[in-house]
């Protein structure tokens, strides 16, 4: 008899995860590892939040929050939703979670039975087509091309819909690739839901606030289909509190309470702490607050920076992402290609390629659902930036 459950058996272990263990075990060795895997920023969590978090430990919030997180927390996130989205959420129609993962894991969890069908456009993100297969649930998989900055199309959806369809899952700003939905494309989406009022969306934003081109988009500002998504967003990227793992939903409220009942049974509420200082994070309005505003600024600098670089490594096909910190170029032009012992001939070969190789950690497409491409973060300073970039033009210019 097998002794871990097929369930666990079945489950990848993230290729993000994987791969900057790989790179924090070589440094350990003492090599000169560069990084680009995690998708972290490298800011320090505002000053307001920690002074936040410190005044929550005097005051003694100490103790178990309300599993769906505390009244206040979920009261600033709900004037956060009509701020910045234009979404009307209220606070019972809000849960707190423990990262944004959790939110998603509970969103699938109480959609999806056995068999029902998920649509993920591809690339996507590497912890969806698990979470879903952990569900029981299909993975129905839409190629996007980087001709069309691997953006779904309304014509696509439909044509993927079938009587089985439960839920789509997609991020704007996007991780792997940086791009983001814009009103009227979200609109040609919100068409498509209203002739599928049973199907669900779950629309991830925890990109938001790492958006260069203005304001954040969201599907569910079409009254039409509001009860059809559920808005997932969190913390960890805007305001650079990854480790303090915060993440929400704002869903129609027989999802609320299903991820709560959900939630009191595995995890309850999130640390008491944390929220307490999420609470100063909702106050923060992104078009005035210096914090969310020079770390989007710095980020378009890099952004700019490695758009530049990208482009001058010849068969390398590049697009310049709109939000996030990541780029997702096109590679497979260097598949069949050899130097010393290595032959390329995925993106798994080219990621481990250039790890051993240029010292370079980056991420391969294939865990993203697209296996021509591999995926590189920009949240590192440009020195670092800069050094990562040649060495990877030097590792592939020796490829013949």
Same mark, same amino acid.
């Not at 600033?76 to 894991?105: C, H, M, W």
């Not at 390629?353 to 949240?379: H, K, M, W």
């Given at each position: ?217 969201? %599907? ?8 059809? /998504?559920? &808005? +997932?967003? !969190?913390? #960890?990227? @805007? ?110 070969? %080219? ?8 010292? /370079?950690? &980056? +991420?391969? !497409?294939? #865990?993203? @659902? ?31």
């Amino acid at each position: 008899m097998e002794i871990i459950s097929n369930r666990i058996l079945q489950m990848s272990e993230s290729e993000t995860l994987a791969m900057t263990q790989i790179a924090r075990e070589l440094k350990s060795q003492g090599k000169d590892v560069i990084s680009l895997s995690i998708g972290e920023p490298d800011f320090n969590t505002p000053e307001v939040v920690k002074e936040a978090a410190k005044k929550a430990i005097d005051e003694n919030f100490t103790h178990y929050p309300p599993v769906p997180g505390y009244a206040d927390l979920r009261e600033a996130i709900s004037k956060k939703f009509l701020r910045d989205n234009g979404l009307e959420y209220k606070p019972e129609q809000i849960v707190v979670s423990t990262g944004a993962k959790q939110s998603i894991y509970q969103v699938v969890m109480a959609l999806i039975n056995p068999g029902d069908e998920v649509i993920i456009p591809t690339p996507f993100w590497v912890s969806y087509k698990e979470i879903v297969k952990v569900a029981e649930g299909k993975c129905v998989y839409v190629p996007t091309k980087i001709e069309n900055d691997f953006k779904v199309t309304p014509q696509q959806l439909e044509e993927a819909i079938t009587p089985r369809t439960k839920l789509i899952m997609f991020s704007s700003p996007s991780n792997p690739t940086g791009m983001l939905y814009t009103k009227e494309e979200l609109k040609g989406i919100a068409e498509v839901l209203e002739r599928h009022p049973n199907v669900f969306v779950m629309a991830d934003e925890i990109y938001e606030h790492i958006n260069f081109e203005g304001k954040h988009e969201s %599907l569910a500002q079409f009254p039409s289909v509001k009860e059809q /998504v559920i &808005t +997932v967003n !969190g913390v #960890a990227k @805007g305001f650079a509190m990854t480790g303090w793992r915060i993440g929400f939903i704002g869903a129609p409220l027989v999802i609320a309470k299903a991820c709560n009942k959900l939630q009191g049974q595995v995890t309850s509420a999130t640390c008491s702490i944390a929220q307490r200082a999420t609470i100063e994070a909702m106050l923060m309005d992104p078009t005035t607050s210096e914090d969310i505003i020079n770390m989007r600024n710095k980020f378009k600098e890099r952004r700019d920076l490695v758009y530049k670089l990208l482009s001058e490594i010849p068969n390398v096909n590049v697009r310049m992402p709109q939000g996030a910190f990541y780029f997702f170029p096109e590679v497979s032009a260097y598949y069949g290609k050899s130097y010393k012992d290595y032959t390329i001939n995925n993106s798994t070969d %080219l990621c481990m390629y250039l790890l051993y190789e240029a010292n /370079v950690a &980056t +991420v391969q !497409g294939s #865990a993203f @659902g697209d296996d021509t491409c591999i995926r590189l973060s920009y949240a590192t300073s440009e020195d670092v930036l800069i050094e990562a970039i040649r060495r990877i033009k030097e590792a592939l210019a020796n490829l013949k």
